[in-house]
């Protein structure tokens, strides 16, 4: 790897695992302070806003960064264009988003309070989100990894302070993520502030849009996948289950959403501005080896630290999520491959393909998680996204194969080559930073 693409990996996975400290001590915070059924409760609420908005962005932040890497653009004003388009599209979320939440929330007190939040959420979520998009365009891992921080950090710190002030409750947890989101937007904008003076453009509107809903079909599916399972379980089962999934979820997808994210925000960019298909077939296939070279190890030290971590971390009384949790490890591991892969043919501009892939995941999660729940009750429901996810990564693998050529061994990282790539680098970086400091 080049020295900045290092510089900007390591840097993005010392966030990410930054982050997932944050998360799982919100999480654990959340678990032990408000019990299964409360913590069942802010997720209802959390998810619902959650999910309207990543359906309703659009892939703008996405197609912000395709754009932007193309060669002669006037950048500064598809920034600006881009944060008027997310502002626009915001209040149509919210229109449609409070119209149908009754539809989704039974109970009255959630409603309200979900109906609320969804108004101040949607538009600092659409706002932070593209103002960090210009980070990752710029490759500008620095400030972007350093924003993305803000929200955890603040959610940890809010929680903190109402344990300590004995404040804690379902409504004041779901202000203080809130807050994060309002601080990360507000501050980022305040830095764009130079940039987003230039004149938004009607045609980079249009481009902007075109590229957007290219990207938005794979993005739709990819989103509804990602929440397809929790939102089963809160459909279907009671808070208390839904607290115990949502525990699951946590600790299961924790270690490998850190490594996976730091591959799929660096690949997306980089693709995105080579223009060269061997130097895009060597970058993917790269990205891959060192991918599961890391995911695949991480994923099993999960697995075996869960059975006695889990009720340490989150309670004794959360001892009966372990299964679920055992369960979601093995179906998030091909589901962070097929991340990786669906950003880089993003990238590559083979947005039907990420389509079809994550389509190919949610058609068969479809199918099998009512007959498997049926039978196995909450415990099919982990079981129907793992034959999905797996299914799914098997076609994208195939795909790459006959397109691009890559084959098993270009992509495959668990071998000695592979190993000896990362050691060789490792050393060689070592061997920089001694001469820095001794030239210092």
């Known amino acids: 790897m080049a020295r900045s693409h290092a510089d900007a990996w390591f840097g993005t996975v010392a966030a990410n695992v930054l982050i997932l400290l944050c998360g799982?001590?919100?999480g654990i915070l959340a678990a032990r302070l408000l019990a299964p059924e409360g913590r069942g409760a802010l997720a209802t609420v959390l998810f619902w806003p959650s999910l309207l908005t990543s359906v309703g962005l659009l892939s703008l932040p996405a197609a912000l960064v395709y754009r932007r890497?193309?060669?002669?653009?006037?950048?500064?004003?598809?920034?600006?264009?881009a944060i008027c388009l997310c502002l626009a599209i915001a209040l149509v979320c919210v229109a449609l988003g409070y119209a149908i939440l009754?539809?989704?929330?039974?109970e009255?007190?959630?409603?309200?309070?979900?109906?609320i939040y969804l108004l101040a959420f949607v538009p600092f979520n659409f706002l932070a989100l593209t103002l960090l998009a210009i980070d990752q365009s710029?490759?500008?891992f620095h400030r972007y990894n350093v924003f993305r921080l803000i929200p955890s950090g603040v959610y940890?710190?809010?929680?903190?302070?109402l344990w300590g002030t004995g404040a804690i409750s379902v409504e004041a947890a779901v202000w203080a993520t809130w807050m994060g989101t309002f601080l990360t937007a507000v501050i980022?904008?305040?830095?764009?502030r130079d940039e987003l003076r230039a004149r938004p453009s009607m045609t980079e509107a249009r481009a902007l849009a075109v590229n957007a809903m290219r990207f938005h079909g794979g993005t739709i599916f990819s989103l509804l996948l990602s929440q397809a399972d929790r939102l089963a379980v809160i459909v279907f089962w009671d808070a208390r289950t839904v607290g115990f999934y949502v525990v699951a979820f946590t600790f299961a997808s924790a270690g490998l959403g850190a490594i996976s994210m730091a591959f799929r925000d660096l690949l997306f960019p980089r693709l995105s501005a080579i223009r060269n298909a061997e130097e895009q077939k060597r970058l993917m296939g790269q990205t891959l080896?060192?991918?599961?070279?890391?995911?695949i190890p991480c994923a099993g030290f999960v697995a075996v630290l869960s059975p006695w971590l889990l009720p340490l971390l989150f309670g004794k009384a959360f001892a009966g999520a372990i299964g679920l949790c055992l369960l979601l490890v093995l179906a998030y591991l091909p589901a962070a491959l097929r991340d990786i892969v669906s950003n880089g043919l993003r990238g590559m501009g083979e947005w039907r393909a990420c389509i079809f892939g994550e389509a190919i995941a949610l058609g068969m999660f479809a199918l099998a998680v009512w007959p498997l729940a049926s039978f196995y009750g909450v415990l099919g429901v982990p079981i129907a996204l793992l034959i999905a996810n797996c299914i799914s990564i098997l076609y994208l693998f195939v795909l790459l194969r006959h397109r691009f050529e890559l084959h098993a061994r270009d992509v495959w990282g668990l071998q000695p080559s592979t190993f000896r790539e990362v050691v060789d680098h490792g050393i060689r970086r070592l061997k920089d930073f001694r001469g820095a400091k001794a030239g210092r």
């Open 138 to 140: 710029d490759l500008r």
């Open 188 to 192: 980022r904008l305040y830095f764009a």
């Open 24 to 26: 799982l001590a919100t």
């Open 156 to 161: 940890l710190i809010g929680l903190l302070a």
């Open 289 to 295: 080896r060192y991918a599961t070279l890391l995911l």
């Open 108 to 115: 009255s007190n959630l409603l309200a309070l979900t109906r």
């Open 69 to 81: 890497g193309t060669p002669g653009v006037h950048r500064p004003v598809i920034a600006s264009t």
């Open 102 to 106: 009754p539809a989704a929330v039974s």
